[in-house]
């Protein structure tokens, strides 16, 4: 049986409120200052602003997360940009129990990675709620930074070196999701179909 991401969307918070929900003063002061470091480029913000399809994002994330911190503040700036992104976020406890029923321990269940339990998270759905792509934890560019910061240059080409601007890599990585999810959104014979475009 499929997951009901669409209950658990329904009953997910916006940006805003899910800091002001979870988020002590600390973990806020971090977000906060992690989000004006974000800005997405003119061209960027006029690929989304063109989005035409509406695109439910869900974020299973946790407010204690360093990873959380340097890449929400990102989707947030994103979807900003765009009447049809609809972001809504789960908390996941820093230790949560497995079998627990919260609704962000069922999330954190189904959406692990690598065996493990990891924020964030971004389940990317169609306006009718089915799931179109699953991705996270973290990107290509922080992957490679992390990498070289603990075994240095990977290679001498410079093949896996990391970027020099880590939240503009960023920033364009994880908007190359939100991108080839509207695309396929578009395309969708399906959708077109639901929205009387076949």
């Not at 908007?175 to 179909?193: A, C, D, G, N, V």
Request: charged share 25%.
């Amino acid at each position: 049986m499929p997951f009901d991401f669409k209950s658990v969307f329904e009953n997910a918070l916006p940006y805003d409120r899910f800091l002001d929900t979870y988020a002590s003063a600390d973990d806020k002061k971090r977000w906060v200052d992690f989000a004006a470091k974000v800005q997405l480029s003119p061209e960027q913000k006029s690929l989304v602003a063109g989005f035409r399809r509406k695109m439910p994002v869900l974020c299973l994330a946790g407010v204690w997360c360093g990873d959380c911190v340097n890449a929400c503040p990102i989707f947030h700036a994103i979807a900003k940009e765009s009447s049809t992104i609809d972001l809504r976020f789960v908390h996941r406890e820093r230790n949560f129990l497995p079998q627990a029923t919260d609704a962000g321990t069922r999330l954190a269940n189904e959406l692990s990675i690598c065996g493990g339990p990891r924020v964030p998270v971004l389940v990317f759905l169609s306006e009718d709620f089915y799931e179109c792509e699953r991705f996270g934890e973290r990107t290509l560019a922080t992957y490679r930074q992390k990498v070289a910061s603990r075994q240095g240059a990977s290679c001498s080409t410079g093949l896996f070196a990391p970027p020099t601007d880590i939240v503009k890599a960023n920033v364009a990585e994880w908007l190359t999701h939100f991108e080839r999810i509207e695309l396929m959104l578009q395309i969708s014979p399906r959708l077109m179909k639901l929205n009387g475009e076949a």
